[in-house]
Nanobody, 121 residues
Framework: QVHLVESGGGLVQPGGSLRLSCAAS????????MGWYRQAPGKQREWVAT???????NYADSVRGRFTISRGNTKNTVFLQMNSLKPEDTAVYYC???????????????WGQGTQVTVSS
């Protein structure tokens, strides 16, 4: 079993910064891609950023230039540095990992429980 746990969310004023963390644990054999998604009230979940095992990154247009995704030294962690935050960034942020577990023959997607980010003055 694989568990992803997000942390680092909170309340911040417009223009402020937050750094989200996601840690994957369990019987992990390999992690291919990790990413961040977010879901605002009444809206569908949307993709924010992804990073591959070779640290190739992609960003949604709405966050490009403001957010930075990175992976930790163990590669079982992923971070999202959020700068110049706007009220429209308010959402629950979820971590997703495309992970192969020990003994498994295929890749599976795993999701964390989410962490709340609120941008308000």
């Amino acid at each position: 079993q694989v568990h992803l746990v997000e942390s680092g969310g909170g309340l911040v004023q417009p223009g402020g910064s937050l750094r989200l963390s996601c840690a994957a644990s369990g019987t992990i054999f390999s992690i291919n891609v990790m990413g961040w998604y977010r879901q605002a009230p009444g809206k569908q979940r949307e993709w924010v950023a992804t990073i591959t095992s070779y640290e190739y990154t992609n960003y949604a247009d709405s966050v490009r230039g403001r957010f930075t995704i990175s992976r930790g030294n163990t590669k079982n962690t992923v971070f999202l540095q959020m700068n110049s935050l706007k009220p429209e960034d308010t959402a629950v942020y979820y971590c997703k990992g495309t992970i192969k577990t020990v003994g498994a023959g295929r890749w599976n997607d795993y999701w964390g429980q989410g962490t709340q980010v609120t941008v308000s003055s």
